[in-house]
Structures are given as structure tokens and as C-alpha cells.
């Protein structure tokens, strides 16, 4: 198979909140997606970078789709616009909503705990910007 061996990238936490990132991606509202650089820090991970294609997993481990980014950006949270708001497919109105609901799931318990913290968000916290195409909507499991 010709994505066997690709890199996993899991949304959010298994449940709700990545099976509905999932089917958004697989119905094409879901372009882009954001990290807290800190987390990439702490796992000792590189930033991700344009033309790496990654397996989107879903809630049970499984690979779901294939996305490759096309667009890789470390900004601060403040430079979030709209645009890229609505660009995440979670139906953000505009950027001070998207900023309200990744505050929270950057400060939220799974986040703290593999932290070893609650990270402080400001206007200054720098997230990686990641927009995407997909490439196999429906692959195979491995």
C-alpha cells in the first residue's frame, strides 16, 4: 500500500471531539488544523512541515483518512483570522470564537496532564498553523 508507514496524526483525544474532526475532514469542511507549539516541544517532536503526509486516525486507532499539509505556519495565537477560523471546520464564526474553544482544549485536563501543567495562553502563545488537502478520503486499514 502507498501510504503504509506514514506517520499518525490523532485530533484532540479519542471520542466526540476527533470523530467529528475526522468527518469533517472526510467531508471537506476541515482544512486546517492547529498545535500548541509547546506540546511539540514537550514530546520532543519536530514542527510539522509543508508536503508531509500524515494517516488521520480515528477514535479507535485506525486509520481514517490521508492528508498532506500544504501550508505550515508558527504564529502567535493572535494572529489567528477569520478565515483560517473557519478553515478548522468546527464552525467557528470568526477567530475570537475558534480562539475561545482551543484556549480551553489547550488548558483542558488531557492537555495538563501530558504537560505536567496547565500551559498559560496569551495574545504572544506561538501555535503551528497547519492547512491541509486530502489525499486518499477512504484507505484501508493496515
Known sequence: MENEGLPALELAFPGPERDSGVAAI?????????????????????????GQRFAVLDSDGEPAVVIELVEVRVVPIKEVDDDYAVAEGRGYADAAEWRTAHEAFFRSEGVTE????????????????????????????W
Open 26 to 50: 472526510k467531508d471537506g469542511r476541515k482544512t486546517a488544523l492547529t498545535g500548541l507549539v509547546e506540546i511539540y516541544e514537550h514530546a520532543g517532536e519536530p514542527l510539522p512541515e509543508a
Open 114 to 141: 501530558f504537560l505536567g501543567r496547565t500551559p498559560v495562553i496569551d495574545d504572544d502563545t506561538l501555535v503551528v498553523t497547519e492547512r491541509f488537502r486530502v489525499v486518499e478520503p477512504e484507505i484501508a486499514v
